[in-house]
């Protein structure tokens, strides 16, 4: 079946799928298959790397159930296929059940991104009766001593054990999302036998990608070049290996590539999300970049309507608002000039050219303070929460 | 998992979907797609017509007769195609098969 895509381009952050062919409906804007809501950022866990933004949406600001429900059937109407319910963490939503049982009423194909430590069985079984499809459990190592730790969750690991054993018994395909750094990519080999163990169907290894809370905590999570050609090396062995038992996405860190990522695949291009409060993002960074205004869904304008037409979503499509290097670049639609958030975090304007391009002025020196941040014995995390991030109790060496 | 996984696909496999791979006619796009976990896939026609005929009941082998006799073609060169289609969707993890119980 040549025609059958592999949806999620090896080079992208982020696992969403997209249906892409050359000059298809997604490469003009179309609307994208998947979609990711972030309904709440609440969340019992404080990992260090966390994709939300430094600054979260409170309990009071988010969408109300009826609010959902209709960004729900508005979707399926546009052509969105799948949902994925992330957060925060999603089952903080008192209401998940109801939304769920809503997408799945409207036909759309529902996932659930979870760290599982707030799940009951029988409120895994109300989910699975709802329709719920598929079921991703993030994981933070192997053993409770460092994954506990990495999470600032005390007994979560063992809790997520039993989420997964329970998704599997419930007949809902499983997802392990392992999200890699320097503290925990020696677990690697283990983290793959685990997933094995615990009948998953699909194994992410996502290496941390440094935006928002996690390059706050860069210096403690930024692996060495050796740990990562590891980290590829048994990726590959282990594709080979587990081929039709367990399916392995890998995401490596663009610091230390040679060419920036597609981010997005494009910005505007083939993805949104929508925030805790409603905003319609290009993507789950993109309110780090100052100076854009996001619409909310409760300005009066449809979905499809801040898609198509709205200036933030407008600013970076295509290829006319870049800059040397990239303006005449023979990648620049290639890559699209790599991550607009990175850009910004890192040379202040997210027109330039992503630090993680070798063609970007800035790429030598970033990537030299990458690589001395990862020999670096700064171990301690700054833990994400509304307060703003606390401190590791503790001292580096 | 509606079944086994790592499945080898031969002639007397009953391959189905697993209850994670939705086949759905996409309106607005006017394609069949195969929805699965985080994944949307394009089915080409004749892939679609092989997995509307992969009810549990149908073994390959019964598909490859019924392909070769609407499209009056060699049932050999149907049935290779049709299982290295099929091996390739359970390569990904998106094809099961039913088996007898056993006691």
Redesign the interface.
Known sequence: ????????PPDTSD?????E?ARS?AETF??P??VLLEITHRCPLQCPYCSNPVELDRSGKELTTEEWKKVLSELAE??V??V?FSGGEPTARKDLVELVKHASDV?L?T?LITSAVLLTREKLGELADAGL??V?ISFQGIEEGLADRVAGYKGGHRKKLEVAKWTREL???L?VNAVMHRQNLHQLPEIIQMSVDLDA??LEVANVQYYGWALKNRAALMPTVAQLDECTRLVEEARERL?????IDYVVPDYYALRPKKCMGGWGRQFFNISPAGKVLPCHAAESITGLEFLSLRSNHSIAWIWQNSEAFNRYRGTGWMKEPCKTCEFREIDFGGCRCQAFALTGDAANTDPACALSPLHETIFKQAEREAEGETNRFLYRNFAGGTLEPGNDA | ??GP???SVGEASRPVL???A?L?Y????KVW???A????????EI?VEVLQLCDGKRNVGDVADQLAAKYAAPREAILTDVIA?LQ??????FLTEIREKTP
């Open positions: 079946m040549s025609d059958v895509l592999p949806t999620i696992s969403l799928a997209v249906l062919k409906t179309g609307i298959l998947a546009i052509g296929l799948q994925h036909g194909y996932n499809c598929h991703q007949d809902l395909p997802t169907d699909r081929k039709g038992t367990l399916s | 998992m509606a996984r790592n499945i697993p209850r994670h939705k759905k996409d309106e607005t796009r797609v195969i929805l976990p985080e994944r949307v896939l394009a089915p080409d892939a289609m390739d969707l359970a390569d990904k993890g």
